[in-house]
Nanobody
């Protein structure tokens, strides 16, 4: 069983950057794909990005493509989300999760082992 813990959130001005981390415990982490999702108040959880177990393939929501980069370091059991050119509409709680099924890989129902989330707030 994989357990995931997010960190790195905070308050940043529009146009700024943050890097989120998703630290995993469990021996099977390096063999699973991982995704980032976000949920703003009053909205459904939405897909942000996904990375395969090797890091060789990545997939992004159109809303973050070109601004966010997902990566992983399996030696450190960690997946990262580098967020640049942040916008107020990026404000949300960000979650990482294990891709346990699918397709489609952008659907939250195909993920489990959700972390507790980290708050990202972008001020205008």
């Amino acid at each position: 069983q994989v357990q995931l813990v997010e960190s790195g959130g905070g308050l940043v001005q529009a146009g700024g950057s943050l890097r989120l981390s998703c630290a995993a415990s469990g021996r099977t982490f390096s063999s699973v794909a991982v995704g980032w999702f976000r949920q703003a108040p009053g909205k459904e959880r939405e897909f942000v990005a996904r990375i395969t177990w090797s890091g060789g393939n990545t997939y992004y929501a159109d809303s973050v493509k070109g601004r966010f980069t997902i990566s992983r370091d399996n030696a450190k059991n960690t997946v990262y989300l580098q967020m640049n050119s942040l916008k107020p509409e990026d404000t949300a709680v960000y979650y990482c999760a294990r891709n346990s099924g699918g397709p489609p890989s952008y659907s939250a129902i195909n993920y489990d082992s959700w972390g507790q989330g980290t708050q990202v707030t972008v001020s205008s």
